[in-house]
């Protein structure tokens, strides 16, 4: 079975601290693709960043980082200075390849950026 | 070009009733998918289309449908309303079928009383 955790449901920060949000997956199958997406007020997702489970290479982009670590299934998300813009609900989801592009979310995590 | 385009924004129905919820995808996507949001169950995929087919079905009742026409908008149904069926309810496009990064509309929210 497939499956995303995200264990923490509510993360509380100052401004400028940095902040890494935790998603752990599960899966049996050898093509996977993982992804974060934002969820702001206004409820649209917001895609932020792919990765397919053949790369394992760490990404930046901005005051962004993603690790991933398919030895302890795990693709974490770490927010640099983190500014009052970045309060959202953050989202892991997982997709098992093939011809669908079908995600199973988690249950995300809540991201308060007090200034 | 304009997003993902969803109507309408909220919605009130009693139980028993069937709805319709209207998406638009991004001018040439020829995929879309349907999600429900609670704050009890989070988000589940309910079904996914492409090119008027139906791919994917997630595990709701048959009580939940969908349609996809063939300038690729999309409608999904749910008939015989329970108070359960009132969530925020998602659709994403995206070009192709395989693995793409999903554009989200701002959902319509359904409450069933």
């Known amino acids: 079975a497939q499956k995303v955790t995200q264990a923490q449901t509510e993360i509380s920060v100052v401004e400028k601290e940095d902040v890494t949000l935790d998603c752990v997956y599960e899966?049996?199958?050898?093509?996977?693709?993982l992804f974060w997406y934002k969820q702001p007020p206004s409820g649209e997702l917001v895609f932020l960043i792919r990765r397919n489970s053949f790369d394992e290479q760490n990404e930046i982009s901005g005051r962004y980082s993603w690790n991933f670590q398919k030895s302890t299934s795990s693709f974490n998300f770490t927010i640099t200075a983190s500014q009052v813009v970045d309060s959202a609900v953050y989202f892991c989801?997982?997709?098992?390849?093939?011809?669908?592009?079908?995600?199973?979310f988690g249950t995300g995590t809540l991201l308060a950026v007090q200034p | 070009k304009a997003g993902v385009t969803q109507t309408p924004r909220y919605l009130i129905k009693t139980r028993g009733q069937q709805v319709t919820l209207s998406c638009s995808p991004i001018s040439g996507h020829r995929s879309v998918s349907w999600y429900q949001q609670t704050p009890g169950q989070g988000l589940q995929f309910l079904f996914e289309y492409f090119s008027e087919t139906q791919r994917n079905k997630g595990n709701f009742p048959g009580r939940f449908s969908g349609r996809q026409f063939s300038n690729s908008r999309s409608e999904m149904n749910v008939s015989t309303l329970e108070l359960g069926d009132s969530a925020l309810y998602l659709c994403?496009?995206?070009?192709?079928?395989?693995?793409?990064?999903?554009?989200f509309g701002s959902g319509t929210q359904l409450s069933v009383l």
């Open positions: 899966t049996r199958d050898t093509t996977y693709y």
């Open positions: 989801a997982l997709n098992i390849g093939g011809a669908t592009n079908k995600l199973i």
């Open positions: 994403a496009s995206s070009l192709r079928d395989n693995n793409e990064k999903l554009f």
